[in-house]
Structure formats: C-alpha cells, structure tokens
C-alpha cells in the first residue's frame, strides 16, 4: 500500500502540484523564489529569536555598571596567540585617567588573556520572569567583554541592544495589530455600511494620510505622565503609533469592501442564506487578507522607526526601559559622538531591521499579487 | 468640470479638514494635567513674580478657562482668526505667534529645497532607469533606492554627524556661521545659510528621492509601451526629442501629485532632522515647548504644520488639474 502512495507521489506532476495548491501555498512558492525577500525572512527570525533570549544570549545585566570601564571601546576576540591558533580568548584591559585631557583612556594588556567560556555562570537572571538560572552563552572569568564596548556609566551595550530588541522589535508588532484592529473594524464599517459613517470615516482617513505624523506623535506621547511602569508607558506608546497607522489600511479595507461586495460570489452566498457577519469574515475578509498582510508589514518599520524617534528625543520610553531608541539618546551629545563612536551601534541593528521588514513587504506583495509576472 | 468649480469643491472638502486639525490641536492644548494660567502664575512666581487679580481674571476671561471645554475651544479658535492670536509661550513670556513666525519660514524654506533637491536628483535618474531599463546602472539605482526608502533621516544625519567630526572635521551641525547666528538679515548671511543648508536637505530628501525614482521609472516604463510611442519612432523623430516631449511630460504629471504625500514626509523628517543637526526651525522649539510642557506653543505648532501640509496638498492638486485636464473628470 505503501509503496504505491509513494508511486504515485513521484508521478504527480509538478501542473498537477500547482493545480492542488492552495492559495497561500502559490504564495509561499512565489515568495521563496524572491531571495533577498527570503534571506530577509530568516534575519528577522534570527532577530526575534534573540529578543526572545536576550536574558540567555546577553553577557551580562543591561544595567550592571563597571565603573573602572566607563565608554570602554568593543572587546576584539582573537584567535591566534602568538601566531598559534587558539581557543577564542581576550586580552585583559587597563584603564587610566590621562592627566591632561582628564578622559579615560584603555590600553590592551597583551599579558592578560581570557579564554572565552561557552555556557558560563555568570550573573542570575530570571528567563521570561520565570526560571531562575545563572547560565549565559558567553562570558570570560576574571576579564571582561565588552562587544560592542560600553556606555556612559558603564553598562556592556551588546547586552543593551540585546534587550533593547525586545521593546524595539515587539512595538511594531503589536503596534500592528492594533492597527490592524482598527483599520478592519472603521474601514469596514466604512465600505459596508456606507452613507454619514463612510464620509466622517474618510475625512479622518484623509486628515491622517495628509497631515505630519511625527510633530504629532510628539505632542501626543509627551502628554504621557514619566512616572508610568514600563508596561503602561509601552503600550500608551503603542496606542499612540496605531492612532495614525490605522488611517492607511482602513482606506485599503474600503476600497476593497466597495469592489468586492457587489461581486457574484457575494450574491451567491447571501442567496444561499449566509448571515451578513458570515458574508465579511468567510468570504470578504479572506479574499483580500494577503493585501492587508502585505500594507501590514510594510508598515511595521515606520512603528520601529517612530518608536525609535519618539525615545531617541527622550519623549518615548524612558530609562530604565530598554529599548535601541534609549540607548541612542547618548548620541545626541556630539562630544560622546565624535569620541566614543561604538555609541551607535544600536543605529545599525534600527536600520537593520527596518531594511529587512521593507524588503520582506516587498517580496510578499509580489506573491500576493496574482497578476504579476 | 471647470477648474474654478473643482477648485471650488476641492476648497470646501478641506474645510472640515482644517476644523479637525484644530480640534487635535486643541486635544494637544488640553492633555498635560493642569491648566495653562496655574502653570503661567507657578512659573512667574518662581522667577518672583505675582501676577495681579485682575490680571488672571483677565487672561482666565480671554481664553475661557472657566468654560466648558467647547466653549474654550470656540474662544481658542476666535482669538485664532480674529486677532491670530495662537496665545501665549510662558516659557519665553512672548505671543506663541511670534515665537513660531520667526521659525516657521525656515521650516517651509527647508521643505521646498527638500522637494526641488528630490526632483532634480529623481527625474533624471528615474527617466535614466526607464530608457535603460535592467541595465546595470538601473539595478543599482533600483536598490540604492530601496536602501533610501528604508533609512530614516534623524539616524543618518548622526551617522553624518560623526563622519563629519571624525573624518572631516567640520561640524554638519547649525545652519549659520557662528558670526552670522545673531546678525540680521543680509546677503552674506544667505550665502552662509546656502552653504549649510544642503545638510538637512540631503538628509531628509533621501526617502523621497527614492520613492520618486521608483514612481518616475514606473510611470515612464507604462509611457514607453503606449503605441504612439512607437509611431513617433516610425515616424523618424529623433528619439531625445521624442523622449523628452511625450512619454516624459506625461510621466511627470503624478509628480505634481506625490506632493499629497511627499509633504508629510518631508515636514515630519524635517522635524526630527533639525532636533538632530540643531537647526533653528520648529522642531527644536516644538521639543523644548513639549518637554517643558509649553503646551499652547506645542499645540500651535501641531496646528501650524499640519494646516500648511494640508494647504500644500490643496495647491499641489489644483496645480495638477491645471496641468492636466484630465484629472478634473474623474
């Protein structure tokens, strides 16, 4: 029995393959072809998978201070020991005071080395405020590493950037999806129901599309009290985010609402006795998901960025939150800038993630759209 | 339709616009606790100052601040038009109107070069990308664009910053010459300004540019298909003259209409540009006002940028159905 299934798998064309696919499988192939769009995918896995064990993968607390290592720049990890291939190390570092310009100055000491350990116990920290563990991916006895150097009290900025994806990465998420609430729900009401509620709807939708986000965003998030807990600040800054975002996709949810229910299909169903809500959500809404999917995740860079905006002016989340807008505030001090480059790493993994999100949009709305070639 | 009848519905759709561009200006007024006449008399009495009775009476009279909330925003909204007064800075102790006059042409003037730098650095290169469509230059430009569209303007111009001080050593920042910061209006203090201001422009041009090398490119890539294209061609003419004087002017005409969303942008990046590269228009000021709480200036700058945006948008689609008739029948 076995072997003729396995028979007749082999002799299934690839047309007949193509025939007995569903929609989003076409899609899914369609979408592997488009390789940057693919590769992308996989960087934003990588991504929120280390947001996910930032605890796990950080070497050290994000706000455990060493003061003797104040603007330390990022630790090189050698190899080669005296022209000797070795065990990943790092040199030990010292630290002085330079007497003139009374700024700390760091010299490699090429007698320390420190063998980088896999695994190490190091500080304790509760995985997801559950497990309490002790175990990091990397650390190094006695010395330090410090990868992407350290800030102005001290604090390792890998760690930072680590956590600080977690607040980073998940704001455009669940930006989103408040967005996307709101943009199904007005702009539905807007194209099925039609009529004074369409027309107040569409102004809104106009005013937002036409006016300047950011002054706005300003004004709104620094009417947040500072005092807030994290949670409650995060998710006020996320409310704030989705009050524009939803504009974009409710006028997406309109038009196609309009088009489509006039359609046979639409017709068909309700003939055949279909409640209205069973008409939007079985036959509606899953005929034009893939574009709002697609309007989704184009637009989840500007929730990063405007997140990123609104903490990097100091409006947003404040410390002791983490996020890559915070640890950017430094930045603005041109002194710290021009000496202590490594200040702007967290810039790179913002422009990181937002260059992978539009190319990942990109590569979907060419999988989402039938017609093209 | 005639022009002067789509202009005339084009003028009335924007009204209620403008309305709730006030009244989310006003929301802004109101949302910091407190009122703005407590936090004036705190602020003078911490200078040592009192204000006298009659005074706050005064001032509680003009902008109703013992009314219901409707009632304050319909006297807001008359001092607005009546005497254009957008109320009062106590952080500065100056008319918010003054304070936002002095900033607000910069910020337009940055805007407009942003936009002309877009167009003169896009059309080329998008007409360039359609003519020599999968060539190699047109791939690169295609992802140097797509790079553009994704970077955001604050973080380049402290990548600028930095490569400035360290590589350069001139400092990105400012708009003016230490000697010309302070000094009036003269030919010399243009000229100084026209050797700063291309720094913001570059970088908060950068996405748009982009974008509209990409609309270009497609717009132009449809023109190129029509048939008339090809009889023009059949016909012998020249193929610059034939480029140049149909499948271009036609392909330009949505350029006209990006302005609907290129303004937006640009006004927002600007924004946040000018906080980072310390540039004398509204962004520093409207972060200063919100971070003290100085909330009729912030929300008149709420109210100023996004009425200027939204008039923008207006003359920009009056324009295009000038330029073209077409637009007016649909």
């Not at chain 1, 967290?346 to 039938?370: E, H, I, Q, Y």
Request: aromatic residues 14%; charged residues 15%.
């Amino acid at each position: 029995m076995e072997e003729i299934e396995t028979f007749e798998k082999e002799e299934s064309t690839l047309e007949e393959r193509i025939y007995l696919a569903s929609q989003w499988q076409l899609m899914w192939w369609k979408f592997r072809k488009h390789k940057l769009a693919y590769l992308s995918l996989w960087v934003l896995i990588v991504l929120y998978i280390i947001s996910l064990f930032c605890e796990f993968l950080s070497p050290y607390l994000p706000d455990k201070r060493f003061s003797e290592y104040v603007f330390a720049p990022p630790t090189r990890i050698s190899i080669f020991y005296k022209g000797r291939l070795t065990k990943p190390f790092v040199y030990g570092l010292k630290s002085s005071i330079n007497m003139t310009t009374f700024l700390r100055e760091y010299a490699i000491d090429e007698n320390k080395i420190y063998p980088i350990r896999f695994f190490y116990r190091g500080d304790r920290y509760k995985l997801w405020g559950f497990f309490e563990t002790n175990i990091h991916l990397l650390g190094v006895d006695d010395g330090n590493i410090f990868l992407f150097g350290t800030d102005n009290l001290g604090r390792d900025i890998f760690s930072r950037v680590l956590y600080g994806a977690r607040i980073s990465l998940t704001i455009g998420l669940v930006g989103i999806s408040v967005s996307f609430l709101l943009g199904i729900l007005l702009g539905g009401i807007a194209g099925y129901v039609g009529g004074i509620l369409d027309e107040i709807i569409m102004r809104t939708v106009d005013f937002l599309i036409s006016i300047p986000t950011i002054p706005l965003w300003m004004a709104l998030s620094a009417a947040l009290p500072r005092n807030w807990p994290i949670v409650k600040t995060y998710f006020a800054i996320t409310i704030i985010l989705s009050l524009v975002g939803w504009a974009g996709l409710a006028r997406v949810v309109r038009g196609k609402f309009l088009s489509l229910r006039e359609g046979d299909f639409v017709m068909a169903a309700r003939l055949a006795g279909c409640s209205e809500l069973r008409i939007i959500f079985k036959h509606l809404l899953p005929s034009f998901l893939s574009y709002m999917i697609v309007s989704l995740t184009l637009s989840i860079p500007n929730m990063i960025l405007g997140e990123t905006a609104l903490s990097f002016l100091g409006l947003g989340m404040q410390p002791p939150a983490i996020s890559w807008g915070v640890l950017l505030q430094h930045a603005q001090d041109l002194n710290a800038l021009a000496n202590y480059p490594w200040i702007l790493i967290p810039c790179f993994f913002v422009l990181l993630s937002v260059l992978m999100f539009n190319f990942l949009g990109d590569g979907l709305r060419d999988a989402a759209d039938p017609y093209s070639r | 339709m005639s022009l002067g009848l789509y202009i005339l519905r084009r003028v009335i759709a924007f009204i209620p616009m403008l309305v709730i561009v006030s009244i989310v200006s006003f929301i802004v007024i109101q949302l910091p606790p407190g009122d703005f006449l407590t936090t004036y008399i705190m602020q003078l009495q911490s200078r040592g100052y009192r204000l006298a009775q009659e005074e706050v009476a005064r001032l509680a009279d003009r902008y109703g601040l013992n009314d219901p909330l409707y009632v304050q925003y319909f006297k807001w909204i008359r001092n607005i038009i009546l005497y254009g007064d957008l109320g009062r800075s106590f952080q500065y102790d100056r008319p918010v109107s003054s304070l936002i006059g002095e900033r607000i042409g910069l910020t337009m003037l940055i805007s407009i070069l942003t936009i002309i730098f877009t167009w003169i650095i896009a059309i080329p290169i998008g007409i360039y990308s359609a003519t020599h469509q999968y060539s190699v230059f047109d791939y690169v430009f295609t992802f140097l664009g797509f790079i553009g569209v994704s970077l955001p303007g604050f973080l380049i111009a402290l990548i600028f910053i930095y490569i400035g001080i360290a590589y350069l050593g001139i400092n990105v920042t400012g708009l003016f010459s230490p000697q010309y910061s302070e000094a009036p209006w003269s030919l010399w203090k243009f000229i100084d300004l026209l050797k700063h201001v291309w720094v913001p422009v570059v970088i908060v041009g950068l996405n748009g540019t982009a974008g509209m090398i990409r609309t270009v490119r497609g717009c132009l890539l449809d023109e190129l298909r029509q048939p008339y294209v090809i009889t023009a061609r059949a016909k012998g003419l020249p193929e610059n003259k034939l480029l140049l004087k149909y499948p271009v002017r036609l392909a330009i005409n949505p350029i006209i209409s990006t302005i609907g969303w290129l303004l937006p942008a640009v006004v927002s990046g600007e924004t946040l540009a000018a906080i980072v590269l310390n540039i004398p228009t509204t962004g520093p000021l409207l972060l200063v006002a919100l971070r003290s709480q100085d909330m009729y200036l912030a929300g008149s700058f709420v109210l100023i940028l996004s009425s200027l945006t939204i008039i923008g948008t207006l003359i920009s689609d009056i324009l295009l159905a000038w330029v073209d008739p077409r637009i007016r029948y649909e």
